[in-house]
């Protein structure tokens, strides 16, 4: 009877344990898509809200954004994402914390120079007041 009981127990405690987990990530992954939204949109408003004061944002050619930086690039126009394309996403939670991977394949305009991009993600994601805000994100070139 008590080995029912244990296992009953430890079922319980891991079915509550992986939701909690699987909200948090759906949670993580409703963020990454307002996020490519807000860019495609160039929504000063959604991505002030959704980067942290401290972002600290790498492109793939060695350059890094601060919050403001990036923000009025993307809203200038000298950073126009026309599409936004995310594949093979995988997201990780540990508290507070999320990391996220993707590859991001977009369109781009920039200063009116269409080009295509691709591009392998690492973001990171901080939870804070009850939202997750994107603390850092550095790109690479995919060949």
């Known amino acids: 009877m008590k080995k029912i009981v244990f296992s009953l127990l430890l079922i319980t405690i891991t079915s ?13 992954m409703d963020a990454v898509e307002q996020l490519r939204k807000g860019m495609i949109d ?7 809200k959704l980067v ?3 972002l600290s944002y790498g492109h793939s050619g060695g350059h890094i954004d601060d919050k403001k930086e990036f923000v009025e690039k993307i809203v200038s126009g000298k950073s126009d994402f026309v599409s936004i394309d995310l594949s093979e996403q ?11 991977r993707h ?11 269409p080009a295509d991009v691709q591009l392998r993600v690492l973001l990171i994601w901080q939870k804070q007041g009850g939202h997750w805000k994107l603390l ?3 790109a690479v070139k995919l060949a």
């Open 16 to 28: 509550v344990i992986t939701n909690a987990q699987s909200k948090q990530e759906k949670a993580v």
């Open 103 to 113: 590859i991001l394949k977009a369109k781009t305009n920039d200063g009116g120079k």
């Open 136 to 138: 850092a994100r550095q």
């Open 52 to 54: 942290t004061d401290k």
């Open 42 to 48: 160039a929504d000063k408003a959604i991505l002030e």
């Open 90 to 100: 995988t997201i990780s939670v540990s508290g507070k914390t999320a990391i996220v």
